[in-house]
């Protein structure tokens, strides 16, 4: 007994072990013929050997069928000693129109099935007025497009009885961009005089190219209870439900060509602003935030063009990252682009900046339009912690006095003195001696005393620093005090541990503001002499501190405030 027992499981094995032969046999069934257009249709194919799924290709059913599928299943059977495999493929095929339509025939290795002609038939209408347990519509909320203006596109399906289940094929249209609109929505509706139940699904279409566009029609497949098999949920039978809408044709015209500018088409453009400061005044060399916001409905966020504000004279304008978003209101989708611009008036009086406007086309009244941001007319108050600057007094010398200081002044270079340069002169030589007069005490005692030891200047803990003593000096263009002021700065704001110009330096982020410390405290090793100017560091400055503001106030900002 044992004998035999291990004898069957060696020559099992050496069956399953055993290559696969050539296909002999290859038949291809449908469960009814002829059917009713949206009907199901069962295909199955069976080959006489185990083989893989892919071995048959059916994208060939795909022109006239819309197929799901394939499932796949294999035996194997052992009878008196003889072996047998079998594959089957099974696939559900739902016609896409009426007439006679061709299964065509399927081949592996030498053996090919038989094609099968299957006939088609309309729906006939119901004689007793009732209407079908199932039906899908579908509209598109314009047939006459612009490039990159957006449609919606509704796909609505109706039921009656219990639906246990269902798959909407989504749209697929090259050279246009498709995106799911919301959630769907469960409802109901009376369609002459019945009561049916509703999933609503909506699509924003956007296409990206000229020309004429067909949509295809939407099919639905689904499963209901069949009550005519029992009354109770628990006995009754499913049976599979279908349902097809219809082909929708548009046409998309390209851009105008009279239209300048980046291309924008929308139902509704606007423009508002906001400032950090109310009113109409600001301070000169304070600065504040200007922020834009550009709102446009039936466009996706990316859509949305970038804004330039210009500086006229006397103010700098420096902008942000633009930030961008959309959302869904109302069953349509909302754009939003911020624009955020730190703005510092250089002088005080009264300033203009100039309006902005965007150019865009009007889908609904096809014109080309403009939305404008007005002029903004501030008045820049004087800051009175900022030195005036002295007014420099020019003295004319006659000619004839002209002449007779080159006559008597022969000896002199051909260049002519000026006060600039002989201030520089002599700030020169004062130096050259005070450098002197410091080797010679050195050489003399051997070092200084410690007392007055030449070190950079410590940050005073007690005394606090002051933004407008910065904005004073800088203007002033003191750099010594620029520079004690920055110390102080940044030991008290930045880090503890800075006491040096390199300490700074090394806590600040590279950029322009990195950059204009750098010189500050390297200004007195100049290879030429120039007098340094402070305004450009002051306004770097200033506007590093604004940002530093946003970024804490943007990260401390509840994700859910409390009302």
């Known amino acids: 007994m044992v004998n035999n027992r291990w004898t069957w499981l060696y020559f099992a094995f050496a069956l399953l072990s055993q290559p696969a032969a050539a296909v002999t046999q290859l038949n291809a069934q449908i469960d009814k013929n002829p059917v009713m257009y949206g009907e199901e249709i069962l295909l199955q194919i069976q080959a006489d050997e185990k083989l893989p799924r892919d071995a048959i290709d059916f994208t060939v059913l795909d022109k006239d069928f819309r197929v799901n599928g394939p499932a796949i299943s294999q035996s194997m059977q052992i009878i008196n000693g003889n072996s047998s495999q079998t594959t089957i493929w099974q696939l559900a095929l739902f016609p896409k129109r009426t007439g006679e339509i061709e299964i065509p ?14 006939n088609v038939l309309e729906k006939p209408a119901n004689a007793d007025g009732q209407q079908a347990d199932l039906f899908v519509t579908n509209t598109l909320s314009s047939s006459e497009l612009h490039v990159q203006q957006m449609a919606y596109y509704e796909v609505k399906i109706f039921f009656k009885g219990d639906l246990k289940s269902g798959a909407l094929t989504p749209p697929n249209l090259p050279g246009c961009s498709i995106e799911q609109v919301g959630k769907d929505i469960e409802s109901s509706e009376l369609v002459n005089g019945e009561r049916y139940q ?7 279409i956007t296409p990206q190219q000229s020309g004429a566009f067909k949509l295809e029609a939407p099919f639905f497949k689904g499963e209901m209870i069949d009550r005519a098999s029992s009354n109770y949920d628990y006995y009754a039978k499913h049976k599979t439900v279908s349902a097809e809408g219809k082909p929708l044709d548009f046409n998309v015209n390209p851009i105008p060509l ?16 906001e400032w950090s400061v109310t009113g109409d005044e600001i301070t000169q060399g304070e600065p504040v935030t200007r922020t834009i916001t550009l709102t446009a409905l039936d466009l996706m966020e990316n859509q949305l063009p970038d804004l330039k504000m210009t500086s006229p004279d006397g103010v700098k304008v420096y902008p942000e990252q633009p930030q961008a978003k959309k959302a869904e209101r109302n069953g349509r989708i909302v754009a939003q682009k911020v624009f955020s611009f730190a703005v510092i008036a250089n002088k005080s009086g009264d300033l203009e900046l100039p309006e902005i406007s965007i150019p865009w086309y009007n889908s609904q009244t096809k014109q080309i339009t403009s939305t404008t941001l007005a002029k903004k007319r501030l008045k820049v108050l004087p800051n009175a912690n900022l030195p005036t600057p002295e007014p420099v007094v020019m003295t004319e010398v006659s000619a004839p006095n002209a002449e007779r200081a080159s006559a008597e002044h022969w000896w002199l270079p051909t260049w002519q003195f000026t006060y600039s340069s002989l201030v520089l002169v002599v700030t020169l030589v004062i130096s050259i001696s005070l450098l002197l007069w410091q080797w010679f005490l050195r050489r003399s005692v051997g070092q200084l005393p410690s007392a007055k030891a030449s070190k950079p200047m410590a940050t005073d803990a007690q005394v606090k620093f002051s933004r407008h003593k910065l904005k004073a000096a800088c203007l002033a263009n003191d750099a010594e005090l620029c520079q004690q002021l920055l110390l102080r700065w940044g030991s008290q704001l930045l880090a503890p541990s800075i006491v040096t110009g390199t300490d700074l330096l090394n806590e600040l982020p590279d950029g322009e503001l990195k950059q204009q410390v750098f010189e500050l405290f390297n200004w007195r090793y100049q290879a030429v002499a120039k007098p340094w100017q402070g305004q450009t560091l002051f306004e770097l400055w200033a506007k590093y501190q604004h940002q530093q503001l946003v970024d804490e106030s943007a990260a401390l900002k509840p994700l859910y405030p409390k009302h």
């Open 258 to 273: 009279e239209f300048n500018g980046d291309w924008l088409v929308s139902e509704l453009v606007a423009l508002t602003e």
């Open 198 to 204: 509703t999933f609503t699904r909506r699509y924003s």
């Open 105 to 118: 025939a399927f081949q592996i290795d030498a053996v090919a099935t038989q094609p099968i002609m299957i």
